[in-house]
């Protein structure tokens, strides 16, 4: 039985503006014990998807179900399953981390469950905040207690959405390494994230969303593999001979370009040497996920 | 929908929103008892002696439970909307749209806590005012029964209240141009006998007459309308909001979209 599976999802918005269409006939399973990532553009329809997922949004047709559970018809156990991490940065301000930590356990009928709440703090290194008010805590602070909000009850799937959103280096080995370990006990992930490193670094499998239809779907292995392409990375101050200029990604001073055999790199630097464009930190390496990425939304035009 | 009343997660939220008050009960318990012993003192001494409701009951005394029942309802209705909206608006709420809980559990919850802090402003009031004119209890289990349904069925309509706002002044328009006309026209001040016929006949359709008349009762032994009528608009009225309540919970109107 898969840990996740989504049926034909669409979600329709019907807005002043006219229907939205968020979700198009979303449809893909996530097995047990996977860490699946889920990427795509701001506005693709990660959040909308996750939110289906999680009761907090009602699919316009389709089915969604965790450890086949629907998650209409049959919500209470659906939930009990799912551990979620939202985006936003909400906190409660009346009560301390422990409260808040205790609060949620009960909601989901766990009570006297301090040993467990004791060990995602130390975990998530919130130990010596346990008993600080929420206002207290500083922005990763406060995201910590959403992970261990999301941990609380102990739930076989978790949902990650967009969890190291502004949130700095410590905070995001730590948890890393703390959700990689859940993973690694069965506990099946689903990531949303722009980090596509962290993506590619922790996720078995990839779903790609763009305009709320799924564009790639995928080992990340094997979407690397398909790729196939060798990236050129150079950095250079000056503009990039015309007939470059479409072939080139420009971040600032960073131009990658994209060359499929040894051959075309060296066309592509004999057109650099014509051009007089000097060239700094030159490296040439296999293409990334970030390129895989750029490569299929770009052939797939909203 | 499959969903099981859980006992302990609806007893966590009703923890959790008894706690959320009285964490800061000099402004939700401590404020409203002083409003209500400003009340008494301004119109207990500007009336007191010109008016008497009942045979033998001076107007301060005649006061004193219409006060306690008006702070009981205002405080239902503010715990549960102002929860609701507050949580709407931070965004916290989400961490209860995740859980299992059914819609029974969430009004079982948001109006157990709205009961509670009713009735614990109640007693404040009650505690300060009965200093100022002699009551005894003729009746006392009307002044229960009528306190607890009247707070229950505010708690209602403070969490369908809660539901429909999208900001902070649409409860306090509700609170304002709702809440406040109906407790006012409800006989809090005045027994509705002394009203004109048009008045006296629009007050018999307000449901929180019957609330203020019911606990009355339980005061003086003496009311307008027979506390067994009281009893049944107000347990219908507070069925048909509950009702309300509950059917709005289960679809998620506002909640889920």
């Known amino acids: 039985m898969p840990a996740v599976r989504f049926e034909q999802v669409s979600k329709i918005y019907r807005g002043s503006r006219g229907p939205f269409k968020a979700l198009d006939e979303v449809g893909f399973e996530i097995g047990p014990g996977e860490f699946f990532?889920?990427?795509?553009?701001?506005?693709?329809?990660?959040?909308?998807?996750?939110?289906?997922?999680?009761?907090?949004?009602?699919?316009?047709?389709?089915?969604?179900?965790?450890?086949g559970h629907d998650v209409v018809s049959d919500y209470a156990a659906a939930r009990r399953s799912l551990g979620i991490v939202p985006q936003e940065l909400v906190f409660d301000p009346f009560f301390s981390v422990r409260e808040t930590l205790r609060i949620q356990s009960g909601y989901f009928g766990v009570r006297n469950n301090d040993a467990w709440i004791d060990e995602l703090l130390a975990e998530l290194g919130l130990s010596d905040k346990a008993n600080a008010n929420m206002r207290q805590l500083s922005g990763g602070m406060k995201r910590r207690v959403l992970v261990a909000q999301a941990l609380v009850h102990r739930p076989p799937v978790i949902v990650l959405d967009e969890p190291t959103a502004g949130v700095d280096v410590e905070l995001r080995q730590t948890l890393w390494q703390f959700?990689?370990?859940?993973?690694?006990?069965?506990?099946?992930?689903?990531?949303?994230?722009?980090?596509?490193?962290?993506?590619?670094?922790?996720?078995?499998?990839?779903?790609?969303?763009?305009?709320?239809?799924?564009?790639?779907?995928?080992?990340?292995?094997?979407?690397?593999?398909?790729?196939?392409?060798?990236?050129?990375?150079?950095?250079?101050?000056?503009?990039?001979?015309?007939?470059?200029?479409?072939?080139?990604?420009?971040?600032?001073?960073?131009?990658?370009?994209?060359?499929?055999?040894?051959?075309?790199?060296?066309?592509?630097?004999?057109?650099?040497?014509?051009?007089?464009?000097?060239?700094?930190?030159?490296?040439?390496?296999?293409?990334?996920?970030?390129?895989?990425?750029?490569?299929?939304?770009q052939a797939h035009p909203a | 929908m499959r969903g099981t009343f859980s006992l302990a997660g609806a007893g966590t939220l009703f923890h959790k929103e008894v706690l959320r008050f009285w964490k800061v009960s000099v402004q939700t318990v401590g404020a409203p008892v002083l409003t209500a012993v400003l009340y008494l003192m301004i119109f207990g001494h500007v009336l007191e002696g010109r008016v008497e409701?009942?045979?033998?009951?001076?107007?301060?005394?005649?006061?004193?439970?219409?006060?306690?029942?008006?702070?009981?309802?205002?405080?239902?209705?503010?715990?549960?909307?102002?929860?609701?909206?507050?949580?709407?608006?931070?965004?916290?709420?989400?961490?209860?749209?995740?859980?299992?809980?059914?819609?029974?559990?969430?009004?079982?919850?948001?109006?157990?806590?709205?009961?509670?802090?009713?009735?614990?402003?109640?007693?404040?009031?009650?505690?300060?005012?009965?200093?100022?004119?002699?009551?005894?209890?003729?009746?006392?289990?009307?002044?229960?029964?009528?306190?607890?349904?009247?707070?229950?069925?505010?708690?209602?309509?403070?969490?369908?209240?809660?539901?429909?706002?999208?900001?902070?002044?649409?409860?306090?328009?509700?609170?304002?141009?709702?809440?406040?006309?109906?407790?006012?026209?409800?006989?809090?001040?005045?027994?509705?006998?002394?009203?004109?016929?048009?008045?006296?006949?629009?007050?018999?359709?307000?449901?929180?007459?019957?609330?203020?008349?019911?606990?009355?009762?339980?005061?003086?032994?003496?009311?307008?309308?027979?506390?067994?009528?009281?009893?049944?608009?107000v347990a219908l009225a507070f069925a048909a909001v509950a009702a309300l309540a509950l059917r709005l919970l289960a679809v998620g109107y506002k909640l889920r979209a």
């Open chain 1, 179 to 297: 959700v990689a370990r859940l993973n690694k006990q069965g506990h099946t992930v689903l990531l949303t994230t722009h980090y596509l490193e962290e993506a590619e670094a922790l996720c078995g499998r990839i779903a790609m969303l763009k305009a709320g239809r799924v564009v790639a779907l995928d080992k990340t292995s094997a979407l690397l593999s398909g790729m196939a392409s060798t990236m050129l990375r150079f950095k250079t101050d000056q503009p990039l001979p015309a007939a470059l200029a479409p072939l080139a990604r420009v971040t600032g001073r960073i131009v990658q370009m994209k060359a499929h055999d040894a051959a075309e790199v060296e066309q592509l630097l004999a057109a650099l040497r014509e051009g007089s464009v000097q060239v700094e930190d030159l490296e040439i390496g296999r293409a990334d996920l970030e390129d895989v990425f750029i490569d299929i939304m």
């Open chain 1, 37 to 67: 990532g889920l990427l795509g553009p701001n506005g693709a329809g990660k959040t909308t998807l996750i939110s289906v997922l999680a009761g907090l949004v009602r699919a316009s047709s389709g089915r969604v179900s965790v450890l």
């Open chain 2, 53 to 233: 409701v009942f045979p033998g009951v001076s107007y301060t005394s005649f006061l004193v439970p219409g006060l306690v029942m008006m702070s009981v309802l205002q405080n239902a209705f503010a715990n549960s909307s102002s929860s609701l909206i507050q949580s709407k608006v931070t965004g916290n709420l989400v961490f209860l749209l995740v859980t299992p809980l059914s819609h029974w559990a969430w009004f079982a919850a948001y109006v157990g806590a709205a009961v509670v802090r009713g009735l614990a402003v109640g007693a404040g009031v009650f505690a300060v005012t009965m200093w100022f004119a002699p009551l005894h209890l003729a009746e006392p289990w009307w002044i229960v029964v009528f306190a607890v349904l009247g707070a229950g069925m505010l708690g209602t309509l403070g969490l369908v209240a809660g539901l429909w706002a999208e900001k902070f002044d649409q409860t306090a328009a509700f609170q304002n141009f709702v809440i406040m006309p109906m407790t006012f026209l409800s006989g809090v001040f005045y027994s509705v006998k002394s009203l004109p016929a048009v008045w006296q006949t629009l007050s018999h359709l307000n449901p929180f007459f019957y609330m203020i008349d019911g606990f009355r009762r339980g005061f003086f032994g003496a009311s307008d309308t027979s506390p067994w009528v009281s009893l049944a608009v």
